[in-house]
Every structure is written in C-alpha cells, then in structure tokens.
C-alpha cells in the first residue's frame, strides 16, 4: 500500500517512514501539508494518509477535510491524524473532518502496522465497491451514472476555457445482431466494442444498450478522427465461428462545447449528429456543425424517437 506521511520534523519522518516500510508498504514524505495534497491529487495509487496535527502551510485537521474531499466517492483514502495530545475532543474534530482514524504520536509499532493492515484490508475493499459502482459489467466503460460525473467535472473544465468535445455512437443494426445471432453474441460484439472504445485517451462511457460515448478534451478536428480511427477499428472486429463470421459497424456523431453550453446540449448535439449519420445511410461520422439541428424541443423528442426506431433496423 502507498502512503502519505505528513510531519513536519524530519526526525519524526525517518522513524515513521521505517516502521511503515518495515511493514511492507511504500512511504512519501512531506513537511508541507498543500505539498502532500498536491502529490496524492496527482497519484491516484496513494491509499492511506498519516499527518500530524500541525504540518507546514495547513493544520491536520485541514488536511484531513481535503484529503476527505478529495477522495470523494470515487477513491479509497484511509486518513489517519496522528498526535501526542491525549485531547478528547482533538480525536473527535479529526473524525468530524474526515478521518478514518487517531493515533497517538509516537504510535507503538505493532499497533502501527496492525491499524495500516485494518487500512489496507478497508481501502482494498473500497475499491472493489467503487469499481462495481461506476463500471459497466459488460463492456467495463463508464456506466452512465459514472460518466455523467465524469463529464460534469469536465464541462467545469471547459466552463473555464478547456476544450471538450463529446464522440456519441452506437452499434448499426443491433437488434438483427441479436435476433439473427443471439444475445451471446450481441454481448460480445458490445464488449469488444467498448474494449475499443476504452483505449482511446479521453472519458468513454456506455449509456445504454448499444450506445456509448467519448468525451475527449479537445476540439471538433481531433474528436473527428478519434472517430475515424474507431470507426475503423470497429470495422476490422469479426464475430462468430470462422464459416459465418460477420462484421459491424457504427454511426458516429461529433460536438463540440460551446459558450455557455450544458452537458445535455452537447450530449443532444451529439445524439442529433448521431441519428443523422444513421439516417444518411449508418457506418458514418457527422458533426453537429455540419447541418442543422432541430431546435424545438419536442421535435427533437420526435427526432429521437424516430433515431432509436432507425437503429433498431
């Protein structure tokens, strides 16, 4: 397990960091709390933090909240505040902010190691729950939830002036996949095609169904040929035994991130360019910019009623 260990003497630091690795596990040490919060913010491998209650720049109590805040719902922190005070209510502020647990300073070392394995043991069993809380089973994407708080962060980021484009697409004629294949098949078609989409550098979710997004951090060109690229990809992938085997394709459509825009605009954008790929014959790419979208919303409605007939054929 890798741990943080925040103190501000670096007499203290030596013989901490001894007694952790002398129980098996990785240390990083700092006398600066921001500068501590700053590494396990850049190193999502970091599991479990022991501060002091006063580093340099930040109280311990502090550190504990942002740690805590930090780590969210989507990351397994163990934090831990470590003081020679045998202050009641110190323990009960650490807690209230955010630790996990309160050791006394200096901790005795069985019942160091002990509390780092009870940590390890929490930690390891927090990521089995979160991973099973935002993966989908199937094609272990994002599932939907997931990729909507991925992608409300990353609308934050383009708020401020981040590019952020969005890649929506589905799998053309799915429903005569399944029906001429079975389900078996259909399955393995949507999980090699999530395995594709997995490999490209941005944020890909499965929304549902045979329909998965991208969200990439750039603009309309580049999120155009990541599409290109997978739209090829997905074209080489063979399914079922070698004297039947069959290939797929998708229908891509592009947006980009405009000012003042929402995630579900873009996401529409998207969807709108989407159904319009399937319409203009499916196995193409089409940006949102590129024609003209409805604008009423209960045309859009219609629209999208009519998309989810079209790529059920």
């Known amino acids: 397990m890798r741990i943080v260990l925040v103190d501000p003497s670096r007499a ?60 969210g719902s989507r990351r397994a922190l163990h934090v831990m505040l470590m003081s020679s005070s045998d202050d009641y209510y110190l323990a009960v502020t650490a807690l209230d902010n955010g630790a996990d647990d ?3 300073k200096p901790p005795n070392p069985d019942e160091l190691r002990a509390r780092l394995r009870l ?78 989409a997995k490999l490209i550098d941005g944020k890909a979710g499965r929304l549902g169904g045979e329909e998965f997004c991208v969200l990439l951090p750039s603009e309309t060109a580049d999120a155009l040929e990541c599409a290109s690229a997978l739209q090829q990809t997905v074209r080489a992938l063979r399914f079922g035994r070698d004297d039947k085997a069959f290939a797929v394709t998708c229908s891509f459509g592009v947006a980009e991130w405009e000012a003042d825009d929402a995630i579900d ?6 969807d ?25 919303h209960d045309e859009w409605r219609g629209a999208a009623r009519l998309g989810k007939r079209a790529r059920a054929t």
């Not at 040490?29 to 491998?45: H, K, M, V």
């Not at 997931?146 to 429903?175: I, N, P, Q, R, Y």
């Not at 605009?265 to 998207?270: I, K, N, W």
């Open 102 to 104: 309160f050791i006394h």
């Open 272 to 296: 709108m360019a989407m159904y319009e790929a399937k319409k203009s014959g499916r196995d193409r790419i089409v940006a949102s910019d590129t024609f003209k979208l409805t604008t009423s």
């Open 119 to 196: 940590a390890d043991r929490v930690t390891a069993m927090k990521q089995q729950l979160i991973f099973h809380a935002t993966t989908d089973s199937l094609t272990g994407l994002l599932n939907r939830r997931a990729f909507f708080d991925v992608a409300a962060e990353m609308c934050d980021a383009a708020t401020a002036g981040a590019s952020l484009s969005a890649v929506m697409f589905d799998v053309d004629h799915f429903k005569r996949i399944n029906d001429t294949h079975g389900h078996e098949i259909g399955d393995q078609v949507l999980a090699a095609v999530g395995a594709e």
């Open 265 to 270: 605009r873009m996401l529409r954008r998207a």
């Open 12 to 71: 203290v630091q030596r013989a901490m960091t001894r007694l952790i690795e002398e129980g098996g596990h990785e240390v990083a040490s700092f006398a600066d709390g921001t500068e501590a919060l700053a590494f396990i913010t850049q190193d999502p491998t970091v599991r479990a933090m022991i501060t002091s209650t006063q580093p340099v720049n930040i109280s311990g109590i502090e550190l504990c909240a942002a740690v805590r805040k930090l780590s």
